[in-house]
């Protein structure tokens, strides 16, 4: 198994934050034009350095029914939820 470039890594961890619903791989791997389309394998590999990364911090990827997602780590829900609480109405 060849290993995912950086770039590569980039590109799945901006679309992860680009979109508000989870990702499959399959998804993931059509951000690619064919011939330079990294394997399901690659792309596993970039999500699992990808959740190391972000192991400890505020934000967690996550993996889910329908892909992969990044979501607020459970640690931070209770003061982010007084922030919501607080925001004054449209």
Not at 24 to 43: F, G, H, N, T, W
Not at 77 to 90: C, E, G
Request: glycine fraction near 4%; aromatic fraction near 10%.
């Amino acid at each position: 198994m060849s290993e995912i470039s950086k770039e590569n890594e980039h590109v799945i961890e901006a679309a992860l934050f680009a979109v508000n619903e989870p990702i499959s791989v399959k998804r993931m791997q059509a951000l690619y034009a064919k011939e330079d389309r990294p394997s399901v394998e690659e792309i596993r590999a970039s999500i699992a350095k990808l959740q190391d990364f972000y192991q400890g911090r505020g934000v967690e990827l996550v993996e889910v029914a329908s892909g992969y997602t990044f979501r607020i780590c459970a640690d931070y829900v209770d003061s982010l939820q007084r922030y919501w609480d607080k925001r004054p109405p449209r």
